[in-house]
């Protein structure tokens, strides 16, 4: 007795099956968005300022960014929040990172809060250091230890 065996399997329904397969989980696998967002910057001089741009869109930053001044640091720190979580419908791919931030910048000595001024437009901070001027270090001679004067004999000429 002959056994027949029928095949339903379809090649180009299959890559079909398998191109969307793909296609939805490129759309739908996570993004480096893991990694937290952490905000662009760009520091320029502007005469004798400085001048640092940070991007920072979708942040509230009246109530969630803070700029300090502390030890020779400047630190720029805060939070976006999250404006749509995975359970809302419609949501297929999510690459806007949010989460808490912070970017800090070394800053010359002698710089004080009073030099710093920040102003927020359009998704932009702009953060102002006043008249940062590199104090010139006075010239000083350093003293060496154990370098006592040692009298050396003189060499009489035979």
Do not use: C, N
Request: proline content about 5%.
């Amino acid at each position: 007795m002959a056994l027949a065996v029928r095949s339903t399997w379809d090649p180009f329904t299959a890559l079909v099956r398998q191109f969307d397969r793909d296609v939805f989980d490129g759309l739908t696998r996570s993004a480096p968005s893991a990694q937290g967002f952490v905000p662009a910057a760009d520091v320029r001089k502007d005469g004798a300022d400085v001048v640092l741009t940070l991007e920072l869109p979708g942040v509230d930053v009246a109530k969630d960014v803070e700029v300090e001044v502390a030890e020779r640091r400047l630190t720029i720190s805060g939070r976006r929040h999250d404006e749509q979580s995975a359970e809302q419908g419609g949501l297929i791919r999510k690459e806007i990172r949010h989460g808490e931030f912070r970017r800090e910048f070394s800053l010359p000595a002698g710089v004080t809060a009073g030099q710093v001024e920040a102003d927020y437009d359009r998704g932009l901070l702009k953060v102002r250091i006043r008249e940062v001027v590199k104090v010139p270090a006075a010239p000083a001679k350093i003293a060496i230890r154990g370098a006592e004067a040692v009298e050396v004999p003189a060499v009489e000429a035979g």
